[in-house]
């Protein structure tokens, strides 16, 4: 049991330990997190007879729209996951996928060495991005969020863009404390102390090509996930020593079967195969590759200590911050993601009777024809923000999350039991 004074619902800053939740990108993949954020913050916060403390919560992409929906109901901490289930079950694919017609011309004409329409606060998108906007300002209470960070419901909260001109990492950070952290070295990443607002958001979830970038304080940004390549940065920089990392991506462990490397093949000169397959890449995997540099360090760490004593981390540290370099820090990670192909399940959905009564007219021409290959649909798998559709994942988002129950419980326990490493 906690220590009274280690209560969940004491503020974060009171309690040692502190728990980050990361979501990556995935446009209509980010549906996928509602079900594993759910299952966390109603069936493992009833396993533990308490609520789950998030302390701090980074989105990218897809992702930044359910951070900030968190973050902004931070005050309910396990009705939260019902909210945010229930806006992706209310998509309409017919009104948050639409074409702009104007923005298609212009990027013709760019295309074409012609100059375009200028003033404009929006750009580059063939999608009309307004329903999303609608959504995300008339259900994410934004000045709540600070309110929920002076009164110790949360800590802090990032949001990750791209600067479209300089083609950095621009991390938006909220917190009490003035300012940010130390962000390091990184040239390509730099964090700016900002209250997060809808423009923020719209900008971290602007795929490039898809939705059009957004313009902040007079310079445009779109997806965060393009060239932020330590995904966890922004968590543990801002003090997570726990973290929760959710990635729509599937990742199968065999390589294909002969008949589903013929399709691929077949596919390969399909633009939006290979689109769908660079999507993969750009906005998903690297989580992968940040995973597995943590499980490296901490590996380093525990094997120094089992082999030079419990004082080893604190020596190599030293050595370290000599030579200017940043502590290495063992970080517990629980990392959960998509047990079944997205895009798999995006093919099969819109070849469905349900798709095939529910859609119709010319967006459903062209989603259908998205969804033509017999096994797989990517790029169909991140504009399809369907309600029927939402629900399946956010089912096994719930059902991957129940899979690793054990695993957080403990994990949470851990932390509210205040036993989580001071040095962590």
Not at 66 to 74: G, I, Q, R, S, Y
Not at 404 to 413: G, I, K, P
């Amino acid at each position: 049991m906690a220590h009274p004074a280690q209560s969940p619902n004491a503020p974060a800053s009171s309690r040692k330990a502190c728990v980050g939740l990361v979501l990556a990108g995935g446009s209509a993949r980010g549906a996928y997190e509602v079900g594993v954020i759910r299952y966390v913050v109603e069936e493992v916060a009833r396993a533990l007879g308490r609520p789950v403390p998030i302390d701090i919560i980074s989105g990218t992409s897809a992702g930044s729209i359910n951070a900030c929906m968190l973050a902004a109901h931070a005050d309910k901490p396990m009705a939260r996951g019902e909210m945010l289930a229930n806006q992706w079950t209310r998509l309409e694919l017919e009104e948050v996928v639409r074409p702009a017609p104007g923005e298609i011309l212009h990027v013709a004409a760019r295309m074409l060495g012609r100059g375009g329409r200028s003033g404009e606060r929006r750009r580059g998108g063939v999608l009309d991005a307004s329903r999303i906007e609608t959504i995300v300002r008339e259900n994410t209470p934004f000045d709540a969020i600070g309110k929920h960070i002076r009164a110790g419901h949360l800590k802090a909260l990032s949001i990750s863009t791209t600067h479209v001109a300089s083609g950095r990492t621009v991390i938006f950070v909220q917190r009490g404390e003035p300012g940010v952290p130390d962000w390091g070295n990184d040239p390509t990443m730099v964090a700016r102390a900002s209250p997060i607002r809808s423009e923020h958001v719209l900008a971290s979830a602007a795929v490039p090509l898809l939705f059009p970038a957004v313009e902040i304080d007079g310079q445009f940004f779109c997806d965060g996930g393009l060239r932020q390549n330590v995904p966890l940065s922004p968590a543990r920089r801002l003090g997570a020593d726990g973290l929760i990392v959710v990635n729509p991506r599937y990742i199968k462990e065999e390589a294909p079967s002969a008949a589903l490397a013929e399709a691929r093949e077949r596919g390969f000169p399909d633009p939006f195969f290979v689109f769908g397959k660079a999507m993969n890449a750009l906005l998903l995997d690297r989580i992968e590759n940040d995973i597995h540099r943590l499980e490296k360090h901490n590996a380093i760490l525990a094997a120094g200590e089992k082999q030079f004593g419990p004082g080893f981390g604190a020596a190599i540290n030293e050595e370290l911050a000599r030579r200017g370099e940043g502590a290495l820090r063992h970080l517990d990670v629980v990392y959960i993601r998509a047990s079944q192909d997205i895009g798999v399940m995006a093919a099969e959905y819109v070849r469905s009777p349900v798709f095939a009564r529910r859609i119709r007219g010319l967006v459903g021409r062209g989603v259908r024809r998205l969804g033509e290959s017999e096994n797989e649909a990517d790029m169909l798998s991140y504009v399809l923000f369907d309600g029927p559709f939402a629900g399946m994942l956010i089912e096994m988002g719930r059902s991957d999350a129940r899979a690793r129950h054990d695993e957080l419980v403990s994990f949470f326990a851990k932390r509210l039991d205040g036993s989580a490493s001071e040095e962590a």
